[in-house]
């Protein structure tokens, strides 16, 4: 919350409920994560997070939404309600509070989830041009939708902006600040799918492209999420390939971070060429390592995400050299090595040393908002002022993707 601002409370509310709590939540497609705040400081009281159980019903958001055409998005609102639902009592219990003192709670999420968590058909979102259905900000009674908090709580969701460009995207654009800044910004959130934004106060265009479960460690071969046991970084040392694994471990698996410092390491020293050819695979214990399908699956994501970036400044009409900063949204972003993934032609190799973690600046986005209803009313005016780029309609981006498919030289 910014110096001198002060949540926005009810005062009928503030007559039944003495110490309010606020919420936000990150309805991530993979994990859910839950804010808890105290609703007449602002002060962070709670962190509580958890794999979205809604993957029972498909890995990725197209078989969700399938699913959820074939039997109803009933099923799979409630799944992540429920879960939201443990999350608010958890972090509230830890706090010694009850998560019936929520009298707010803003929620953000590509846009699949919030069609799916409102019940929202999602027919449109599965066939090109993949437009949501419901682009507006939303308030709710959030009794209304299964969530149990304060009877007269209101759950809010930001805007989206258009297909696969959800409210996460716009919460991720308010926390960043691209909104003040003059000179240009690349805003990129890497999950099953990648969110990017170009721009600066004065223009923004976004645009989503599917990077594939490659950097979440998953689909290959040892791939896991950056947990204990995890190898999530991998370097040169006299030659040889060394390791570093979460926990101080023995390595039970590689998550992405590992993957792409893994094919950085195999091209430099010539064990894998420039069309992603390997002679072998490579292991770095008899169990844990790194195969052809790996780099493969490693291509197509890093592939995709290149070519959007490419895309965004040609619309934009700017060049790489022009990008001040690249902001990398995610936990993802946390471990992951520049120079690493420049190397590998994720990154054009300029931007190297203006790439930045910020951390998950949806989940930041969306406590600003629940924190202040001026910050939230910005969201809108945010979502309705970003140019939406649909690449796939786009007829340059099939040439894009397969000329991004080989590594640098």
Known sequence: MKKGQIPYMDPEILEDVRQPLLAAVDLGSTTIVAYLM?????RRLSVRSMLNPQKKYGADVVTRSSYALEHGAGILSSCAGEAVNHLLREAARECGRSSEDIVRIVMVGNTCMHHLFLEIPTDTLVVAPHEPRVKEAIKRNALDHGILVHPSAELWWLPNIGGFVGADAVACILSSGICEQEELILLVDIGTNAELVLGSRHRRIACSTAAGPAFEGMKT??????????????????????YHVIGETEPVGICGSGLLDAAACLLKTGAMDETGRMEKSWYFTSKVGVSQNDIRELQLAKAAIAAGIRLLCSHYGAGFSDIREVQFAGSFGNDMNPASACAVGLFPAELEDRIRPIGNAAGKGAQRAALNVEEYEICSRMAEETEFLELARDQAFPDAFMEELLFPV
């Open 38 to 42: 105290d609703g007449l400081t602002g």
């Open 221 to 242: 071969s040892c791939g896991m999420r950056g947990n204990d046991g995890a190898i999530n970084h991998v370097s040169l040392e006299n030659g040889r390939l060394c």
